[in-house]
């Protein structure tokens, strides 16, 4: 029986929302159609999962040669995109799509661009490192996405998800220096 009352459990418990769920911004999402929406959420939900790890993804920008610093929030939404083809074969939202959420958390301020001379710097930093970290392999030269860059405000973007404090500890402590 015990099989059995875990089974109706598991089937029948409420779904707990994810911090990668799209649609649970704070701020008004763009007027689109349904399909657009969808299309724009897909996107929206790979992008928060970068947007989770910014801080990591800074932290190892940080530790490469002659990068510059940033705000230590990075967030890179052409290898986002560059993820999401890939799980799909292709027939994903197209670039246009993660483009304008780039672009609406942009106009939310949650994002900001990184000055174009330290973006080509940090850029060449990446594709060095991964040259050296992967001698003759193939793919690691520069890919599309190296320059595709941006810098999150953590409080803004907390204001956007406030739902980011609960996902990890960079989040969490973002949050308990975020003002009342």
């Keep these: 029986m015990s099989r059995l009352g875990d089974w109706w459990r598991r089937e029948n418990a409420r779904p707990q929302p994810s911090p990668f769920d799209a649609g649970r911004a704070s701020i008004p999402y763009p007027e689109l159609g349904r399909a657009d929406l969808a299309a724009f959420h897909r996107s929206e ?3 928060l999962r970068e947007i989770v790890e910014a801080r990591s ?4 920008l940080d530790s490469l ?7 230590g ?5 052409g290898r986002v995109w560059s993820a999401l ?3 799909t074969k292709g027939t994903g939202p197209g670039r246009a799509v993660m483009d304008a959420v ?3 958390l942009v106009d939310a301020g949650a994002l900001r661009p990184i000055v174009d001379e330290a973006r080509a710097a940090i850029a060449e930093a990446t594709v060095a490192r991964r040259v050296q970290d992967h001698p003759g392999s193939i793919g690691v030269g520069r890919r599309d996405w190296d320059d595709d860059m941006w810098e999150v405000d953590p409080q803004r973007m907390l204001a956007v998800y406030p ?3 609960d ?4 989040w969490q402590r973002a949050a308990e220096r975020r003002s009342p």
Aim: charged share 25%; proline share 6%; net charge negative.
């Design 163 to 165: 739902h980011l404090a």
């Design 65 to 71: 040669d002659d990068a510059p610093a940033t705000n």
């Design 85 to 87: 083809m890939d799980d």
């Design 102 to 104: 780039v672009e609406w």
């Design 167 to 170: 996902t990890n500890d960079d």
């Design 45 to 47: 939900t790979y992008l």
């Design 73 to 77: 929030w990075v967030v890179m939404p």
């Design 57 to 60: 993804w800074g932290r190892h």
